[in-house]
Every structure is written in structure tokens, then in C-alpha cells.
């Protein structure tokens, strides 16, 4: 690198990292986008601390910049921005501010080495901030290891975070979830199950996985909940009472799954034999 070429360098950071304060999408905040959009990863470590003590647009442009390019450079570069960025963090002067952090860190996740990435996920699964906790639950869901099991136990003993249950029922070990079932069940209250079909989904995934140890609980649910009873059975590869399908299906006619559910579990031609007349007397 040249004399000039350094010169240019130091000057085109410092004047980021002195541009005044953005507060609409003005000429402004196209020249400080444009500038950090032709960044290196060398010329973002040398302006993000600065940018994010700033304000919103310029912590924005900043986090943008890295989710669109940080997977270009070296893991070398990217330990170094996350070390300034994580140590920064603490000591931020808002909650905001904090946040932003946070989001920069966690789009550096992927692309740091496993000791940052240790340090992060633990740090962030025992934060005080919800939003930190909900970030790596996050990230757990979509990159899971055996290495996050012991990150989620601790969380969950501590946090007994609800944005944490898909994650559980999903991840953690069938023993996990039984020595938790009544603290898990809490989640699954039959008032909200009754609004909230997501949640009801979570619940049917808790009971599949724990079918055969549960068969009170799967039998309560046959008889209070027949369409969850056969979403479980239909996850876990079996059959159903042909006759109980038909009762069912003569209950909820206008039911938006049970038609393809019986036809992906292969019911409609038992169905069929047993009653052939079914189909053409059903009253939709």
C-alpha cells in the first residue's frame, strides 16, 4: 500500500467516523451509505465502534454493511471486529445502542472462531435482556449442536424463557423433557392452545416425541382434542382405528387438514372399503 493510498485511507475514515448525526434519508445519509457500502473489512473495524455510539441510520448502514459482506472476509478480520464490538458493549450509553450491538455480533456469528462463538452464545443465553436470549435461541433452532445443550439447560434453569419451547421440544434429549414435562406443559395451557395454532403445533411436537412415555396424556388428548391426537399420529408414522377416522371425519367435515391427512397416512381407500358410500354421503 502507497504513502497516498494510506493517506486517502486514514482521511476517508476519519470523516466517518466525524460525519454529523443523520436524522432523515437525506444527501446525507446517501453519502455515509455510499462511503461504508465500498468498505474493507480492515476500514469497517477502524469506524464501527464510533458509528455505533451514533445514531440509528448510521448503526443501521453499519450492521447492513456487515450481514451483506462479512462472509467474504477472512475469519481473521472477523474475530477482530467481534473482540472490539463485544468488548464495546457494556459500557454503551443506551439500551438502543446495546441492541445494535448485539445484532452486529450475532451476524458475525457464523463467520468467527469457536472460542467467539462459544463466548457469545454464552453470554448472550444468560443475559438480562430478553432480546439477546431470544437471538441465540434463534440461532440454535437453525444450527444446532450437542455443544447447545448445555448452553439451554443452564438458560432454562435461570430464564424459563416461553421463546425458548420450540427450541426444547425440538433439541433437547428426550430425557430433558421428561424431567421438565409439567414446567414444558405450563406453556401449553388449553385456553391460549385454543387462539395460538403455533403454540399448538409446539405442543403436538412435546407429545410425539414423548408418546410412548405419556400414554395418559395421549389419551386425554384422543378424547379433548381428536385433530391434534391424529397430527401426532401422523408425525410418529402410524395408523389409525379405521372406523374411529371415520367418526372423526363425520365431526369436522370442514376441517382444513384432515382430508390431507388422510391422505398422506394412505386412510381414504381403508376408509373406502369399509364404508364405500362415505365420500358421496358426507354433507360438506
Known sequence: MSEMTKIVYMGVTNFIRN???????DGKYYLYL?????????EIFAVADGCIEQDIFK???????????????????????????YNLKKSLSSYFKKESASMILMALF??????????????LSQSKYKN???????????????NCQKIIEKAWVNFKDEESIGLIVSKMPKEFLLKNFNEISNYFDEEELTYDFFRKIIRNKFYARLHDEIPSEIKKLKDADPISFIAIKKERGEKLDIAWAIDIYKQFPRSRFLARWYSEM??????LKENP???????L
Open 34 to 42: 455510499g462511503i461504508m457500502s465500498g468498505f474493507s473489512a480492515s
Open 59 to 85: 448503526r443501521k448502514i453499519l450492521l447492513n454493511k456487515i450481514i451483506a459482506t462479512v462472509a467474504e472476509w477472512s475469519t481473521k478480520n472477523n474475530d477482530e471486529l467481534f473482540n472490539k464490538v
Open 277 to 283: 358410500d362415505f365420500l358421496s354421503k358426507l354433507k
Open 132 to 146: 439477546n436470549r431470544k437471538r441465540i435461541y434463534s440461532h440454535f433452532y437453525k444450527n444446532w449442536t450437542s
Open 110 to 123: 457464523p463467520y468467527i472462531s469457536k472460542n467467539n462463538q462459544n463466548k457469545l452464545a454464552g453470554d
Open 19 to 25: 460525519f454529523p448525526e443523520i436524522k432523515e434519508k
Open 266 to 271: 394412505g386412510l381414504w381407500e381403508d376408509i
